[in-house]
């Protein structure tokens, strides 16, 4: 088992935080002068996670509530922009906890280095903040996953969509998730509890998180911990990520090659933007997908290397921590995606900034929404247009 005295591991199998100090762990009152190897990775850590993480939080949390409010302004796309809007909020939640979570452990480990114990918000961090850690990363995951499925449906199978890809199925898919996500991580606030202890040096009572029977059984760590964390947070969506996005690819390469052959000129504006739309959530998955890798092969590291890999100064040391801020990057970068392949958000985006919220309705390309069945239940469907489906010209409800 491996000690709980460190930065927060976003990348690593357990919940349970990977060795950063070096062989004096905890530090004593008698160790006064820190070997030098110590300090440095002390001051590392209080770099990466405190000024780079901290401006990566700030940049991504500013980011993804411009993203909220723009994308507010859609005129069409509605199942697709909500998913997105969703997404924003869960990326600023996790940004928000594992934020507190990394920027907290990292002053403490780099301030209170001397001390017997640790400080004692770390203790409250631990029982209370790190599951919600758990929660919101779990989150931005099956968000992406959801998101990847309406547009693997709207794209893929076009006459399942008006069914499938709904406002209704949609709000009734991101409550599901949240509420299975909330009841799998309960156990996660029964992991540790707190108990107070004497501070020698202080001589006073302080506050620690010592692991409950829970978390020192065995059958729960390779079950719940191992088995089932692998599973649903790691290896099952990038499984479907992986498929779905194949799919999405090869239809817009298809999409792209009928259209200028067949020179639909009357279609070709609505058809550009729904593959614009198609197009940033494809590149949102891949920049997915390529920050999660470092969390995959650190499953993979966990069973092949020894503690001391884990000790500060290792190679693995300082690949761990860095993996760590770029599964965490990961939520504060699809504002500028959204900027980059998008036209249509970077001219509302310069509105909003302009303040001039009436020339949103100028950006807008000016479609009359069109509902599919129930007016109250609008389709990801929401305009005519014709659209071309194998060798057949097919009308649809278009969004």
């Known amino acids: 088992m491996r000690p709980t005295h460190s930065i927060i591991p976003l990348s690593n199998l357990t919940s349970e935080p990977v060795r950063y100090e070096t062989s004096f762990s905890p530090v004593s009152s008698k160790e006064k002068d820190l070997p030098e190897t110590d300090t440095d990775c002390r001051m590392f ?28 302004w859609e005129r069409h796309s509605h199942v697709a922009t909500f998913l997105l809007q969703v997404m924003a909020c869960a990326d600023n939640l996790f940004l928000l906890t ?22 004692p918000i770390m203790a409250y961090v631990t029982v209370f903040v790190w599951p919600l850690v758990h929660i919101t990363q779990m989150w931005t995951i099956w968000i992406t996953v959801v998101i990847a499925f309406n547009r693997y449906v709207a794209i893929c199978l076009p006459f399942q969509a008006p069914l499938v890809c709904t406002m209704k199925q949609a709000r009734i898919q991101v409550s599901v998730i949240a509420f299975v996500i909330v009841l799998y991580n309960v156990p996660r606030f029964l992991e540790h509890r707190i108990e107070y202890v004497l501070d020698s040096v202080q001589n006073v009572s302080v506050p620690v998180a010592n692991s409950t029977e829970l978390k020192q059984n065995n059958y729960y760590n390779y079950i719940y911990e191992n088995g089932l964390y692998c599973l649903f947070v790691y290896f099952g969506p990038l499984f479907i990520l992986v498929v779905m996005n194949s799919c999405l690819i090869r239809e817009l390469i298809r999409a792209r090659r009928r259209l200028m052959t067949r020179q639909l000129h009357a279609t070709l504006a609505a058809k550009d933007h729904e593959q614009n739309l198609t197009l940033v959530m ?3 998955i891949i920049i997915f997908l390529v920050c999660q890798t470092p969390a995959f092969i650190n499953q993979l590291l966990y069973y092949a290397i020894n503690d001391e890999s ?20 990961n939520s504060a970068v699809n504002f500028v995606v959204y900027c980059v392949f998008r036209r249509q958000f970077r001219e509302k985006l310069h509105a909003f900034c302009r303040r001039d919220l009436s020339s949103y309705n100028r950006y807008s390309d000016g479609y009359p929404l069109k509902f599919t069945g129930n007016s109250s239940n609008p389709s990801v469907y929401s305009r005519s247009t014709s659209i071309q489906l194998g060798g057949n010209l097919t009308t649809l409800g278009y969004n």
Do not use: K, P, W
């Open 98 to 119: 594992t934020g507190f979570s990394q920027m907290s452990t990292a002053l403490t480990l780099y301030f209170n280095s001397h001390s017997e114990y640790d400080h």
């Open 310 to 329: 884990y000790v500060c100064g290792m190679a693995y040391f300082y690949y761990f921590h860095i993996s760590n801020i770029v599964v965490s990057a």
């Open 45 to 72: 850590n209080l770099i990466l996670y405190v000024v780079i993480f901290g401006l990566i939080c700030v940049f991504g949390i500013i980011g993804n509530i411009l993203s909220f409010v723009v994308l507010r």
């Open 282 to 284: 494809v590149v949102i």
